[in-house]
């Protein structure tokens, strides 16, 4: 079992900025391509970006491209969302994910985290 845990959500005014970590630990996560999905309230749990084990090939959602960076250390089995720009459309809860498969979809990752509350003001 690898074990996910997100910190660095909270309220942000539009504009602004956060960094979400996810670290990771348990079972070894390597290999693993590790992802950001966000659910907002009354809307479904949507991809918002993904970074393979190498680190050098990253995926994100349309909506979110320019403005949020996704990045890891493998050393400190961890992983980053950098979110800038932010948009109260962007308020959700943010969950990490990491599994052994490449993809969008929420079936492609095994191990979820219990998610942080991003909450951007307008």
């Known amino acids: 079992q690898v074990q996910l845990v997100e910190s660095g959500g909270g309220l942000v005014q539009a504009g602004g900025s956060l960094r979400l970590s996810c670290a990771a630990s348990?079972?070894?996560?390597?290999?693993?391509?590790m992802a950001w999905f966000r659910q907002a309230p009354g809307k479904e749990r949507e991809f918002v970006a993904a970074i393979w084990w190498s680190g050098i090939s990253t995926y994100y959602a349309d909506s979110v491209k320019g403005r949020f960076t996704i990045s890891r250390d493998n050393a400190k089995n961890t992983v980053y969302l950098q979110m800038t720009s932010l948009k109260p459309e962007d308020t959700a809860l943010y969950y990490c994910a990491g599994g052994p498969s490449r993809g969008v979809s929420e079936a492609a990752y095994n191990y979820w985290g219990q998610g942080t509350q991003v909450t951007v003001s307008s």
């Open positions: 348990g079972r070894t996560s390597r290999g693993y391509t």
